[in-house]
């Protein structure tokens, strides 16, 4: 029994790069999640330079110097971020406090539409039914109005943070972005000189990863922008604030799209009730989740993902519940690693023989 188990545990850790790779690998995870808090405008910084990165390489091969390219790139990520400050949010918050000051209406209002349905159909909706969904209801609202008060309490307390995560994040962008090589070469001087497995990794995830966040970038603006379009056209109300909880859906494969349909089909009944309105903007939305689904995903991600639905749901509640918004964002590429990680790992019979004792 102990030679079956010795023989086993030489075959997955004969080899001592690959070894040295998995504590490399546990020792990161580890430091970022205790540490999550204080490297979050770092791990922002290494996303956003990413990001910008290839932007950079696509500006170099149409002629333009490095110097350039990088100035130019940033410039424009200075005034996306300013855009994005001056316009966007103001506008998302302001449809936000009014979508709160508006939530009682639409809890009487909801109210009514039941107490209806409880006259009509007394025995699919009882009155201990009845009772207990308004109850149920005056509750949530009040724990909301609650989470929102100390949220923004909270807020107020982290002005300072944020103003120092606004100044921070920029400068870590530009010298990562400026001196990438040297960055890497000084992380790779205290890595073994002969790495073949880890620089064959590292190649992979490196492309997947860049990839990965430009395209998910990509969605999240071109879903969120389209959806904005759709409902402002259409008249709908709050219709910022719903593009930006359907843009930022994409982050959840599957089940992100299938939460944020609650709150478009519930504020759009609440607008137009059940009307021609409101089942064509359904329409239009489902159209939009669709061509996400079907067109936009594979035109972005048939290269970054090569993972079984199933794969990539277990990364997202895995790595979301040890590492919150980050580990959603970062299911998908974490779960890629550790199919590379498994791909790469030497078998026992790529390993050396050992000598007889």
């Not at 023989?7 to 999550?36: C, P, R």
């Not at 993972?307 to 970062?330: E, K, N, Q, R």
């Not at 550790?338 to 023989?353: D, G, Q, T, Y």
Request: charged residues 10%.
């Amino acid at each position: 029994m102990l030679k079956v188990f010795q023989k086993w545990m030489d075959g997955l850790f004969g080899d001592e790069e690959a070894v040295l790779l998995l504590l490399i690998i546990l020792v990161t995870l580890t430091l970022i999640v205790g540490l999550s808090d204080i490297l979050a405008p770092v791990i922002t910084s290494v996303v956003l330079a990413y990001l910008l990165d290839g932007l950079i390489e696509k500006l170099k091969s149409w002629g333009l110097r490095p110097g350039f390219a990088l100035a130019l790139s940033f410039s424009l990520f200075v005034a996306g971020c300013a855009a994005l400050m001056l316009v966007v949010m103001p506008m998302v918050w302001k449809q936000a406090v009014s979508l709160f000051q508006e939530l009682p209406n639409m809890v009487a209002k909801a109210q009514e539409l039941l107490g209806e349905l409880h006259q009509r159909y007394p025995d699919i909706l009882t009155a201990d039914q009845f009772n207990g969904i308004v109850t149920t209801a005056t509750n949530e609202m009040a724990a909301m109005g609650q989470f929102l008060l100390s949220f923004s309490l909270a807020n107020l307390l982290n002005l300072a943070a944020l103003a120092v995560y606004a100044i921070l994040v920029p400068i870590l962008i530009f010298f990562m972005l400026k001196d990438k090589r040297q960055i890497l070469s000084w992380f790779a001087s205290f890595l073994p000189a002969s790495r073949p497995m880890m620089h064959r990794i590292w190649q992979e995830m490196d492309e997947q990863v860049a990839n990965y966040i430009r395209g998910k970038v990509i969605e999240i603006l071109v879903v969120g922008v389209f959806t904005y379009i759709a409902f402002a056209l259409m008249g709908l109300q709050y219709a910022a604030l719903l593009a930006l909880l359907v843009g930022l859906s994409v982050l959840i494969p599957y089940i992100g799209a299938a939460v944020v349909t609650l709150p478009v089909a519930v504020i759009a009944y609440m607008q137009w009730g059940p009307t021609n309105e409101f089942f064509w903007l359904m329409t239009v939305y489902l159209i939009i989740q669709a061509i996400d689904g079907n067109v936009l995903v594979p035109l972005l991600f048939s290269e970054a993902v090569n993972l079984h639905p199933v794969a990539i749901i277990l990364a997202v509640l895995v790595f979301g519940s040890f590492w919150g918004l980050w580990g959603v964002f970062f299911a998908i590429p974490l779960a890629t690693l550790v199919k590379a990680l498994i791909n790469a790992w030497p078998s026992a019979k790529e390993l050396p023989a050992q000598p007889n004792l």
